[in-house]
């Protein structure tokens, strides 16, 4: 059973870079999985971030896209999210999840963690 | 992007009722590719139904879903106490995958 954590800063400031990790366990990153990130604003619904293979490829939401980097480290089996210039707007509980590859549903979640962009 | 819509936004139920959820798609969708979630909160969501219909893992029968190209539908049978939540659909037809606004199944 795959186990997905996440880590990283709680708070960020405004116009810094929001980077959080994304453990992977009870499997490799080089499966058949695609590695993707999810976020939640408090009280709100969700917004797909974007996703990574672990061949490196990447596909982001338009939305983000000029501010989002999703890469992977093999040798410590995680993948990260990197997002820049971050604002209030960017507040969210942040999720990584899989998706097997030719599937179109998350059937892996981490527990979320809480960043929020406060100065 | 594709846009779901969900409805109601609120369900008030009691126990051993049953829920009827609807996904609305603004484009037609490949059955293959919409999936149900289910939230509680401070958890994270946990996939219920994948390819429009099939439970997964772990799932119980009292959930199912059906549809087709951009109408589709969550049925829990009979609630049990631990399904009042708020319950999501989800489409990766295209580029980007997109949720809905998400439906929340409260006691009445």
């Known amino acids: 059973q795959v186990h997905l954590q996440e880590s990283g800063p709680g708070l960020v400031k405004p116009s810094g870079t929001l980077s959080l990790t994304c453990a992977v366990s009870?499997?490799?990153?080089?499966?058949?999985?695609?590695w993707n990130w999810v976020r939640q604003p408090p009280g709100k619904g969700l917004e797909w971030i974007g996703e990574?293979?672990?061949?490196?490829?990447?596909s982001y939401n338009p939305s983000l896209k000029s501010r989002v980097t999703i890469s992977v480290d093999k040798s410590y089996n995680q993948f990260s999210l990197k997002l820049s210039s971050v604002t209030a707007a960017d507040t969210a509980v942040y999720y990584c999840?899989?998706?097997?590859?030719?599937?179109?549903?998350?059937?892996?979640w981490g527990q979320g963690t809480l960043v929020t962009v406060s100065s | 992007e594709i846009v779901l819509t969900q409805s109601p936004g609120t369900l008030s139920l009691s126990p051993g009722e049953r829920a009827t959820l609807s996904c609305r798609a603004s484009q037609s969708i490949r059955s293959s590719h919409l999936a149900w979630y289910q939230q509680k909160p401070g958890q994270a969501p946990r996939l219920l139904i994948y390819?429009?219909?099939s439970r997964a893992t772990g799932i119980p029968d009292r959930f199912s879903g059906s549809g087709s190209g951009t109408d589709f539908t969550l049925t829990i049978s009979r609630l049990e106490p631990e399904d009042f939540a708020v319950y999501y659909c989800q489409q990766y037809d295209s580029s980007p995958p997109t949720f809905g606004q998400g439906t929340k199944v409260e006691i009445k």
């Open positions: 990574i293979y672990h061949s490196g490829t990447t």
């Open positions: 009870g499997g490799s990153i080089s499966s058949t999985n695609w």
């Open positions: 999840a899989g998706r097997r590859d030719g599937f179109a549903s998350f059937d892996y």
């Open positions: 390819g429009a219909s």
